[in-house]
């Protein structure tokens, strides 16, 4: 069995996001910290890049909003550092 690299992406994307969510759970990783989202973007963004060659649009829709609330939080991590 053949494994694509789009498929390498969206496995490494969705490995990403588990364990971004998992340091967050184990307090190693806080939600306002930029790394977190950045890391949920990267995430979304690799997804996003293996749904281009597996289409799905329900998967679609969810990682574009996922992508686009993880800038929010980068820019809202960014300001508020700034802010201190």
Same mark, same amino acid.
């Given at each position: 069995? !053949?494994?694509?690299?789009?498929?390498?992406?969206?496995?490494?994307?969705?490995?990403?996001?588990?364990?971004?969510?998992?340091?967050?759970?184990? *307090?190693?990783? !806080?939600?306002?910290?930029? *790394?977190?989202?950045?890391?949920?973007? %990267?995430?979304?963004?690799?997804? %996003?890049?293996? %749904?281009?060659?597996?289409?799905?649009?329900?998967?679609?829709?969810?990682?574009?909003?996922?992508? %686009?609330?993880?800038?929010?939080?980068?820019?809202?991590?960014?300001?508020? *550092? !700034?802010? *201190?």
């Amino acid at each position: 069995m !053949r494994i694509e690299l789009y498929d390498v992406a969206g496995l490494v994307g969705a490995a990403i996001a588990v364990i971004a969510y998992f340091a967050n759970q184990q *307090r190693w990783l !806080r939600s306002d910290d930029w *790394r977190y989202p950045a890391a949920n973007l %990267l995430a979304a963004s690799l997804i %996003l890049v293996s %749904l281009c060659f597996e289409w799905n649009f329900p998967s679609v829709v969810i990682e574009v909003f996922w992508a %686009l609330i993880s800038v929010w939080g980068i820019v809202k991590s960014v300001s508020d *550092r !700034r802010t *201190r």
